[in-house]
């Protein structure tokens, strides 16, 4: 279980996250939604241990990350996670089989012999099988997500994050890396908290959804109650409207340029 | 600008550069913790000492070569004006070479290739995320990326200043010989006449100090990059503009410690 409470991160001048309170419960998927720059990345490198949150918890079985100071109890909390980043982060100085089986060495007291064999049983797993010997550059944008993801089961963790799994791929590779993420749900009976703003992909994949605003929980509920909701915030982002309670950057600077135009007109006079 | 504005852009570029500072301590505190924390990484030493040391090596020794062939005919011209005759050409090439121009030139073209590279690199695997990647897959990226780079350096850079000793003094034997027609023994009797195996030591000693210069300096740019692909053509140009400096100003400190105790 991840249990996520007050916890507040601010980059210089910009508060990110504004005292988030969120529970994920074993077994579940808890999709995390909302606009860009609303924090969820954040948050969810807060979870890892890649951003120090500046205030708050969070405590994943029992362990709290930011009260871990032994380098041991540090590589036990990280140990427990898989962590599929948005662009994938493969290693470009190594071959594919490297790359899914790099944390082993790291994480596991696996023999190194046996990586080829993990690596091609891993990639199978997501669908791949004879790339072991490329290098990321010769991959497409899919496949190089399902080969970080290959890469983030590898040391077989307990909790999976997915940091925006569909960004930048077409519709029907989006729903292979859906099917790709049920199905290993099923497979590895993981934990997962999912990033991401592509609703479709939400609603498939969660078992429960948070949406995300300005830094702070704005709701929490099955994918079915929040198709239905009536919160304006909520709705306008599920809907993707442009016209709402959540302003984009457009129409904030709109009063702004308004003023200018004033003012250069009062100048004009 | 206001005198306020003004106040405050120096005070804000004044904190940026402290945090700078903070920021590269904390990284050579880190540096030398991993150091005693965890096993080397042996095979990425071998892969970055080829990099670093093998690939340099051509550029090195011909920058070096092309140094002492320069210096043996100024040296000739400038003997020739005063004496008639070109004086101490040996000892000349082979003191400056050793003891400075070796050190100094060597390292400057390694920060200038093998640096901007590894800057280039690290800045790269910043941006796209494959230095978080490496905290999440239950690895440093100090203990995988940037000690064996440091040791790297620390273990080729004094070998290229060697290679470049040889080549830079074998480059004003050259220009000796067949420019200036001083015969081969009384090239040799100007150097092994003069030179003691303290003044090979002075310029060796400065290799080690460049190599962990140039590496941190490099690697610190190269990890602290922001800003996507501009970011690291500006943490690549940083790097190599800021390592060069350091090597420059600190050459002056360390001839002085090393004058002092007598490593001269």
């Keep these: 279980m991840i249990d996520i409470v007050g916890v507040k991160k601010s980059y210089p001048g910009r508060p990110v996250l504004r005292g988030i309170d969120l529970t994920v419960m074993s077994g579940e998927t808890l999709a995390i939604i909302g606009g860009s720059g609303c924090g969820k990345s ?37 140990r427990r996670f898989g962590y599929l980043f948005q662009e994938g982060a493969l290693f470009d ?101 999912v990033v991401t703003h592509d609703m479709k992909s939400a609603y498939k994949v969660s078992s429960r959804m948070a949406m995300i605003h300005e830094g702070r929980v704005l709701a929490v509920a099955h994918p079915e109650v929040m198709k239905i909701s009536n919160d304006p915030y909520v709705r306008q982002f599920i809907d993707g409207l442009s016209h709402g309670p959540i302003k984009m950057k457009l129409k904030e600077f709109e009063p702004e340029l308004a003023a200018d135009n004033g003012a250069a007109a009062g100048g004009a006079r | 600008m206001n005198d306020r504005g003004f106040v ?20 050579t505190r880190s540096v030398v ?77 390694v920060a200038g290739r093998a640096g901007a590279a590894i800057a280039a690199e690290l800045g790269t695997m910043k941006v796209t995320e494959q230095i978080d990647a490496l ?49 081969t023994s009384v090239y040799l009797d100007d150097i092994f006449n003069n030179m003691e195996i303290r003044h090979f030591m002075h310029g060796f000693i400065k290799s080690f100090v460049f190599s962990v210069v140039i590496s941190l300096i490099c690697c610190f740019k190269g990890i602290t990059t922001t800003g996507g692909a501009e970011g690291v053509g500006k943490s690549t140009t940083a790097a190599v503009v800021l390592s060069m400096v350091s090597v420059l100003i600190m050459d002056y400190f360390v001839t002085a410690i090393l004058s002092a105790l007598g490593i001269t």
């Design chain 1, 42 to 78: 954040t948050l969810l490198k807060c979870v890892i241990g890649l951003v120090r949150p500046d205030a708050g918890a969070i405590v994943v079985d029992g362990m709290d990350i930011a009260r871990l100071t032994n380098e041991a109890d540090v590589a036990r909390y990280r």
């Design chain 1, 93 to 193: 100085s190594m071959s594919i089989w490297e790359n899914v089986t790099f944390g082993l060495r790291y994480l596991t007291d696996i023999a190194p012999g046996r990586y080829r064999q993990i690596a091609r049983d891993k990639l199978a797993l997501v669908g791949l099988k004879d790339i072991e010997d490329l290098r990321p550059s010769e991959l497409s944008g899919g496949m190089k997500k399902r080969v970080a993801l290959a890469r983030a089961i590898a040391a077989e963790p307990s909790y999976i994050l997915y940091d925006e799994p569909t960004t930048g791929l077409d519709p029907i590779m989006s729903d292979v890396i859906n099917d790709l993420i049920l199905d290993l749900q099923k497979a590895l009976k993981t934990t997962a908290i």
């Design chain 2, 8 to 27: 405050n852009a120096l005070g804000a570029e004044l904190l940026a550069m402290a945090e700078t500072f903070g920021r590269f301590a904390f990284l």
């Design chain 2, 33 to 109: 913790a991993w150091l005693y924390r965890a096993p080397i990484e042996w095979r990425q030493v071998l892969i970055q000492m080829s990099r670093i040391g093998v690939e340099s090596l051509p550029v090195t020794t011909m920058t070096t070569f092309f140094t002492g062939m320069v210096l043996a005919l100024q040296t000739g011209a400038s003997s020739k004006h005063f004496f008639n005759e070109p004086l101490f050409v040996g000892t000349v090439v082979s003191f400056a070479m050793v003891m400075e121009l070796s050190p100094v030139m060597t390292s400057l073209v």
């Design chain 2, 135 to 183: 905290y999440t897959l239950g690895t440093d990226p100090v203990r995988y990326l940037i000690i064996p780079r440091l040791l790297a350096f620390f273990f080729v850079l004094p070998v290229l200043v060697i290679v470049s000793d040889f080549s830079g003094t074998f480059g004003g034997w050259v220009v000796s010989y067949v420019k200036l027609q001083i015969p």
